[in-house]
């Protein structure tokens, strides 16, 4: 049995989790490979380590080097390596660390110095081998991820003697220089450990139960899913779940290794397991409840649109030329509205507002009011008769107009859009009636 650990920023905050943290991994001697976030937060208003190195990278480019705010960094390590009263030289390493952060040319190395210096600290605290991302998990030249290199590299470890840890989050480019995933990609980093290793499971150890069917912070308690699918993940995670980081997916896919988050202040809690397949699981209608506010509508109107061929890829032509990816097209004959989770700039959809104009000669184009985007999710409604008919009745209930629907042909989830006002008032309906 071989166990691949990842911690997150929580669990590597203070002197106190790691040792949690030290306690669960040699409770288990199938726990052999551990990745690591860099230190999170120790208290509700304190710095993630990340964060801190992202003002350092900002105060190099600014003043020319990053001093002042690499202090702050400086003092979380030296602390943690007192207080564990390590052997480790962490001054000569934070001192490589400063200087590098002086010379880069991107914020990526900075970024990526949590996991390192943090994961040198808990290999250290382990008596385990500490081995860099950098060494093993590989972009290409055009900075996608190299997915089979980093799978050799990776799987070179398989056998070693001894635990190791690795550091989240980052790789490095052919041109040698550090290259980061989006934030919370130490996620994905132990995904790809699972896959070289061929893990039977990926701990991913952070400081809650798993997942919950929705927001507690808009519903009070709300249940604890015990298993769901890794297409089920995604869709939650991409609608605003954010317990694990949604590309986490795509390494342990190949190998079907199962996910189980897990919590290092209640180890004993068995956390939400994330399954190729939850057949025959004896599990709820509905598996989870996401949403996500700030989304905009296009609306277009054009009579005979429906005849017109090419119409949309036109329109979706001048949202390619800008980099935007669409939500939803729900269509009329005569209307069509694009979804798009928010662009930000208010000048840019002016400007693609035009473009449609000018693309497809239009009656009328316009931006109208921002919606949320709620996503029932649940491999359990397929084939099944009433999810939908429950859902509207509760939204009907609740005095909620909905402005959008989209259900896929998989019948894995039902997208509803409603007014940003009436978001919470939506989604405790709906769970309700569920649950
Ligand atoms: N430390 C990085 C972040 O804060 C990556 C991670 O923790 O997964 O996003």
Redesign the pocket.
């Known amino acids: 049995m071989v166990k691949v650990c990842k911690f997150?920023?929580t669990s590597m905050a203070s002197v106190a989790s790691i040792t949690q943290v030290k306690d669960i991994i040699l409770s288990d001697p199938a726990r052999k490979f551990v990745v690591v976030?860099?230190p999170?937060k120790r208290f509700g208003d304190d710095i993630?380590?990340?964060?801190l190195l992202l003002e350092a990278y900002r105060e190099k480019c600014e003043f020319g080097s990053c001093g002042n705010a690499f202090e702050l960094i400086r003092d979380r390590f030296v602390g943690l390596c007192r207080d564990f009263d390590l052997d480790l030289d962490i001054d000569r390493y934070l001192d490589e660390t400063e200087a590098g952060i002086n010379n880069s040319t991107s914020s990526d190395f900075a970024?990526s110095r949590?996991?390192y210096l943090s994961a040198l600290v808990v290999a250290e605290v382990l008596g385990y081998r500490f081995v860099d991302a950098a060494e093993i998990v590989k972009f290409k030249v055009d900075g996608t991820f190299d997915a089979e290199y980093t799978n050799d590299l990776v799987a070179a470890l398989k056998n070693a003697e001894g635990g190791i840890v690795i550091p989240?989050?980052y790789g490095r480019m052919p041109d040698g220089t550090i290259k980061?995933?989006?934030?919370?990609?130490?996620?994905?980093?132990g995904a790809i450990v699972a896959r070289g290793v061929s893990a039977d499971v990926y701990e991913n150890w952070t400081d809650v139960n798993g997942f919950m069917v929705t927001d507690p912070r808009i519903v009070k308690n709300p249940r604890h899913i015990a298993a769901l699918s890794y297409e089920e993940l995604r869709e939650l995670s991409y609608m605003g779940a954010s317990v694990l980081?949604p590309d986490s997916i795509f390494p342990v896919k190949y190998n079907k290794i199962p996910i189980n988050i897990r919590n290092t202040f209640e180890p004993e809690n068995p956390g939400t397991l994330i399954l190729a397949s939850t057949d025959g699981y004896d599990l709820p209608l509905i598996t989870g409840i996401a949403g996500r506010k700030g989304n905009v509508t296009i609306l277009i109107k054009k009579s005979m649109m429906n005849g017109e061929v090419g119409f949309t890829r036109k329109v979706l032509s001048v949202l390619e030329r800008h980099g935007i990816s669409v939500e939803h097209i729900p269509t009329g004959i005569d209307t069509m509205s694009i979804v798009l989770s928010d662009v930000g700039d208010a000048s840019l959809l002016e400007k693609i507002v035009e473009e449609i104009r000018g693309a497809v000669n239009p009656d009328t184009v316009e931006v109208v009011g921002k919606i949320a985007l709620i996503a029932v999710v649940g491999h359990g409604m397929a084939n099944r008769l009433g999810t939908a008919a429950t859902i509207f009745n509760a939204l009907y209930q609740a005095s909620v107009n909905v402005r959008m629907i989209d259900q896929g042909s998989s019948e894995l989830n039902i997208i509803v859009g409603v007014e940003e006002s009436d978001y919470a008032k939506a989604i405790d309906a709906i769970y309700h009636a569920f649950f």
């Open positions: 997150g920023g976030s860099a999170g993630k380590v990340t964060d970024a949590g996991e989240g989050f980061t995933f989006s934030r919370g990609g130490s996620d994905v980093t980081h």
